[in-house]
T-cell receptor, first 107, second 112 residues
């Protein structure tokens, strides 16, 4: 069964800190998606990765296929980055989701 | 504006009363999907569709039906809702299942 596990479940940091959220996945997952869910509930897709690294502004996502591990990094974190970040694995035309990481950035 | 719309956004209903949650996208996407989100369980896939008239079960399809008669629409049907279907539902679409997904705003359903 395809599985995705995230850590940590909750993360609180001060504004400006470098943030890392981790995602491990099982055999059968061919690509990873990172999603952001704002306090209002809306979900936005941040990245889709099948290899290497992608960068968008202060957000960086990496994936190590051999280790079946992906990380989402946020540089110079800001209170507006406070949200739930969800890792999602794609396998056999279906998506499976991690439990999410609730990130709170304090000013 | 590229978007996925869902209606209604909020719905309170009673056990056994059939309901439909509509989902529509204006991006000519082939892949569409329904998810439910529950505290402690995260997001789970209910049904997905690779294209018109092609649908398949996700991880939690019991109690739900879908149809894909047109590319833009992918309604979720609850023939006989039960309280365990109280949840937050999201529709999403993408060019295909390997591309970035666009999510609708969510539908909060309460079944009493």
């Amino acid at each position: 069964k395809n599985e995705v596990e995230q850590s940590p479940q909750n993360l609180t940091a001060q504004e400006g800190e470098f943030i890392t959220i981790n995602c491990s996945y099982s055999v059968g997952i061919s690509a990873l998606h990172w999603l952001q869910q704002h306090p209002g509930g809306g979900i936005v897709s941040l990245f889709m990765l099948s290899s290497g690294k992608k960068k968008h502004g202060r957000l960086i996502a990496t994936i190590n296929i051999q280790e079946k591990h992906s990380s989402l990094h946020i540089t110079a974190s800001h209170p507006r980055d406070s949200a739930v970040y969800i890792c999602s694995g794609e396998g056999a035309q279906k998506l499976v989701f991690g439990q999410g990481t609730r990130l709170t950035i304090n000013p | 504006e590229a978007q996925v719309t869902q209606n209604p956004r909020y719905l309170i209903t009673v056990t056994g009363k059939k309901l439909t949650v509509t989902c529509s996208q204006n991006m000519n996407h082939e892949y569409m999907s329904w998810y439910r989100q529950d505290p402690g369980l995260g997001l789970r896939q209910i049904y997905y569709s690779m294209n018109v008239e092609v649908t398949d079960k996700g991880d939690v399809p019991e109690g739900y039906k879908v149809s894909r008669k047109e590319k833009r629409n992918f309604p979720l049907i609850l023939e006989s809702p039960s309280p365990n279907q109280t949840s937050l539902y999201f529709c999403a679409s993408s060019k295909d299942n390997s591309y970035e997904q666009y999510f609708g705003p969510g539908t909060r359903l309460t079944v009493t």
